[in-house]
């Protein structure tokens, strides 16, 4: 989770590959109508063949509970 657009940049820059953690979803925050689109498989990685979908922030406290999420990120790089 961070301000819209950074939060790409940090994943690709310190997750993307890395194999001790796995996107489920990115937080559609600050940018209008981007909920329910995905962050493009071209951009997120081999590990995500369909890309990484972007769910509205309210939604967020469900999606941790459906997917047993036990860490959300925040970046302050």
């Not at 657009?5 to 996107?23: E, K, Q, T």
């Not at 890309?51 to 509970?65: H, M, S, W, Y």
């Amino acid at each position: 989770m961070d301000a819209a657009g950074r939060d790409f940049h940090n994943f690709n820059m310190v997750c993307r590959d890395a194999p001790d953690s796995r996107a489920i979803a990115f937080a559609a925050n600050q940018i209008p109508d981007i909920a329910g689109r995905r962050y493009a498989p071209s951009l997120a990685g081999a590990d995500y063949p369909d890309g990484i979908p972007i769910v509205d922030e309210a939604t967020l406290g469900n999606l941790c509970g459906d997917e047993n999420i036990n860490r959300v990120v925040v970046f302050r790089l």
